[in-house]
T-cell receptor
Framework: KNEVEQSPQNLTAQEGEFITINCSYS?????LHWLQQHPGGGIVSLFM???GKKKHGRLIATINIQEKHSSLHITASHPRDSAVYIC??????????FGEGTQLTVNP | GAGVSQSPSNKVTEKGKDVELRCDPI?????LYWYRQSLGQGLEFLIY????????KSGLPSDRFSAERTGGSVSTLTIQRTQQEDSAVYLC?????????????FGPGTRLTVT
């Protein structure tokens, strides 16, 4: 079993839909990261959180430390949101451990 | 300000040759990471630098892989005697600190193809 599990692996939505991507982890963490990777390959950090909830524009990330679970929500989805979304956890060492990613496609 | 830069952006090499990949982190970032992403695969940690030292190099897949960082800034990842399974995108990231508790800023990557 991977230390970081994401679901779903693939997600197709219509423009305007509310989207949720889930991440579960099995290790103690210092922080959880949500990353976005566009088709060209570039990776952008969306959120880093260790508790509670963060919001940036149409994106919301939540984390439940007790349940070792995080969710990434996208409100009013748009085709430009199409990308791979990656959950990663920082542990007591300094490495990040990554989930397999969720391929999101938003159709117009 | 300038982000993380990597060079070259693409590298095609013959099996058995050595390659060097370069990473220029964001100025002032003490932590530097190398990751690898093979085709259709997830991201894989290779090595972490804090300053010029590498407290965690446990992700390096074999002794053909080595990395150094000089002046607390530029880092070079060297792959000796390249093999076809080394083909991947090599990504560098930097952050203000380590412990996985600082936001990491990623470079655009170097796409390595070993023929």
């Amino acid at each position: 079993k991977n230390e970081v599990e994401q679901s779903p692996q693939n997600l197709t939505a219509q423009e305007g839909e509310f989207i949720t991507i889930n991440c579960s982890y099995s290790v103690g963490i210092s922080a959880l990261h949500w990353l976005q990777q566009h088709p060209g390959g570039g990776i952008v950090s969306l959120f880093m959180l260790s508790s509670g909830k963060k919001k940036h524009g149409r994106l919301i990330a939540t984390i439940n430390i007790q349940e070792k679970h995080s969710s990434l929500h996208i409100t009013a989805s748009h085709p430009r949101d199409s990308a791979v979304y990656i959950c990663a956890v920082g542990t007591s060492g300094s490495r990040l451990t990554f989930g397999e990613g969720t391929q999101l496609t938003v159709n117009p | 300000g300038a982000g993380v830069s990597q060079s070259p952006s693409n590298k095609v090499t013959e099996k058995g040759k050595d390659v060097e990949l370069r990473c220029d982190p964001i100025s002032g970032h003490t932590a530097l990471y190398w990751y690898r992403q093979s085709l259709g695969q997830g991201l894989e940690f290779l090595i972490y630098f804090q300053g010029n030292s590498a407290p965690d190099k446990s992700g390096l897949p074999s002794d053909r892989f080595s990395a150094e960082r000089t002046g607390g800034s530029v880092s070079t990842l060297t792959i000796q005697r390249t093999q076809q399974e080394d083909s991947a995108v090599y990504l560098c990231a930097s952050s203000l600190g380590g412990q996985g508790a600082y936001e990491q800023y990623f470079g655009p990557g170097t796409r390595l193809t070993v023929t």
